[in-house]
Structures are given as C-alpha cells and as structure tokens.
C-alpha cells in the first residue's frame, strides 16, 4: 500500500508530506478487515506501530508527497471507466423488470414511470462512456486528465447511486430482508447467521439491492467527496 506521511512543518500544508510505499508484511503493519453492510469485507482498517521504512520505498522527493498524490488521484476519480459495468447492470436490471410484476400485476419494464427513469439512466451511462472515452484517448497520448477526471467521479458515482435505487424500488418486499449471504452463497458471512439450507428470500438479485444500495452510498464520499469535485470543476472549468 501507499502512505502520505508528515515529514516537516512548512509554511503551507501541502509541503513536507512524503510519499511512502509500504510493504504489507512489515513488522509492525497491522490489517483488521471491516465488515461492510453487504457482509462483504471489502476495506480494512491497517495499524502502524513504530514501522520502519527503508529510504528506497519513497516515491518522488521527500516533503514533496502532495505533488505525486494529486497526479494520482487524477486516475483514481476518473481513470477507470465506469460505464460498461453500469451499462451491464442497467441491462440486467431491464431483464429482471420484464419479469418482475408490479402494483397492477403487469410486469414492471410496462410502467411507464419505471420505465422512463430507466431509459434516462440508460442514456446518462451512455453520455458518461462517450466521455470516459475521450478522457481515455486523452490520457493514451500523454494529455493531463485535469479536472475532467473530477467530472467522471461525480457522473460516475451518482449514476451509480440512481441505478441502485431504481434496483431496491424494483426488488420490492424482498428488499427488505438482510440477507449477506447471498452475496457469498456457502461462504463465511461475519455476524450473520445463514440458514442452514442457504436459503435466500426471492430472487438473488432481489436480496442484493439493499446490499449494493447501502453499499454505494460511500462512492460519493470516497477519492474525494463529490462536493469537493464540484468546487474544482467550479475554479477550473468554471473561474468562480
């Protein structure tokens, strides 16, 4: 793993942070997994204590840290594409509705409520993969992704967020059970008891969606809360 450490008090709070890789078997590095709403144990708590690293495992300049981590988090906001794993559950999400009954007992993609958030959100996902694209190409050339990278973090996670939320209104009833295990079937679900024959109320992806829906609540808070993206876009796209 990475750490931005304090090396130095300087004059401004950016300066005499170090950019520090880590060796996670380290003497002194410890890693305590935390469990998320999904039962899935997908980030950790890491505890240091007095852990030593050798002066080779500094990226860039000592006290020059800040500098390397903001060119990072360019990539980290905006360097993955978020839209054909989006596109692939919004499809998916068209699937289940043809089948899936609602309150007039008609299926559920038939309501034209539904089915309208739907086809927007289907062309949101289109807009943002056109523009992943073109952040991508820029990147493959050398071009600065800038602050448009802050621009995808923001259309990125908040589709996202509104792609759960037609999902959990979709799954209906069945939403409202807490079953983890349906995300590991067999496997270990830390402070859940699982039924001893597995059973899962409805259908699999009926038991997700409050999981997910919890779950990808945090994408506008992490890399960045969107706010702050917005604030960027706002002094570097806009000039306020």
Do not use: C
């Not at 300049?61 to 990539?75: H, N, P, Q, R």
């Not at 289109?126 to 602050?147: K, P």
């Amino acid at each position: 793993m990475f750490a931005l450490v304090r090396t130095a008090r300087e004059d401004r709070p950016q300066k005499g942070i170090t950019f520090l890789l880590l060796e996670m078997d380290s003497p002194g590095i410890e890693v305590h997994p935390m469990l998320m709403a999904s039962g899935e144990e997908v980030q950790s708590q890491v505890f240091f204590s007095d852990v030593r690293v050798p002066a080779d495992q500094v990226l860039g300049t000592v006290g020059e840290g800040w500098s390397v981590a903001k060119y990072l988090l360019e990539f980290e906001r905006g360097g993955s594409a978020y839209a054909p794993d989006l596109e692939a559950r919004a499809a998916q999400l068209a699937r289940f509705a043809a089948r899936e009954a609602g309150d007039d007992g008609r299926a559920l993609i038939e309501d034209p409520h539904f089915a309208g958030r739907l086809a927007a959100l289907r062309a949101r996902i289109r807009v943002l993969g056109t523009m992943e694209l073109r952040l991508l190409s820029g990147a493959q050339e050398g071009a600065s992704v800038g602050a448009l990278s802050s621009m995808m973090k923001v259309l990125g996670t908040e589709t996202a967020q509104a792609l759960t939320q037609l999902t959990l209104e979709a799954a209906g009833p069945r939403a409202l059970a807490y079953q983890p295990h349906a995300v590991r079937p067999g496997g270990p679900t830390p402070i859940h008891e699982v039924p001893e024959d597995g059973y899962v109320g409805g259908e699999t992806w009926q038991a997700l969606a409050p999981l997910r829906y919890f779950n990808e609540r945090a994408a506008s808070i992490y890399a960045g809360s969107n706010e702050i993206q917005r604030n960027i876009l706002a002094r570097a796209v806009v000039g306020l």
